[in-house]
């Protein structure tokens, strides 16, 4: 596997990622007819700039990607925030997920101001990537009671996480 610095010629692979995460349920807000190119690039452009993006490749194949931005003014300039993470389903369950959190990790590190902090949001029933992002050392720091509303009309809370580096 091979993780680097994402660009905006990545989009397209990067699209499809998301439409087949998507499509196989999992965890991103967006439904696949949601997704297009031009969504993928404005999504990628506050992070290319102010934060960190990467993709991570096997065989030549997008495999999964993870992106984050700082939050804005200066007073906040040391977190990482609107963090998405995608996985192509053809490889879920071969540690790209993780990967990728360590690469985002580390390239945090190197940033200045430094980042002391990472957030994301993660439905309560994507068990699967809560249950990832505790053992990332991620704590739930908030609940948004019935804030997704999902495809077949469940309604689940919203869990607002993050961990201190």
Do not use: W
Not at 113 to 123: Q, S
């Amino acid at each position: 596997m091979e993780i680097r610095a994402t660009s905006l010629a990545d989009a397209a692979a990067i699209l499809e990622v998301h439409r087949a995460a998507a499509a196989n349920g999992g965890g991103l807000a967006r439904e696949p007819d949601e997704m297009d190119l031009a969504g993928i690039e404005a999504s990628l452009a506050k992070p290319l700039a102010n934060g960190v993006a990467l993709v991570a490749r096997i065989a030549g194949r997008a495999a999964g990607e993870i992106h984050a931005s700082r939050l804005g003014p200066r007073q906040f300039a040391h977190n990482l925030t609107d963090l998405t993470v995608a996985v192509h389903p053809d490889f879920q369950g071969r540690g790209v997920g993780a990967a990728l959190f360590a690469a985002l990790f580390a390239e945090a590190a190197k940033l200045t101001p430094r980042i002391e902090r990472v957030e994301l949001m993660c439905r309560d029933g994507n068990l699967a990537a809560v249950r990832l992002y505790q053992r990332l050392g991620f704590v739930i720091e908030g609940r948004f009671p019935g804030r997704v509303r999902l495809k077949d009309g469940t309604v689940e809370d919203d869990l607002a996480m993050a961990r201190l580096l």
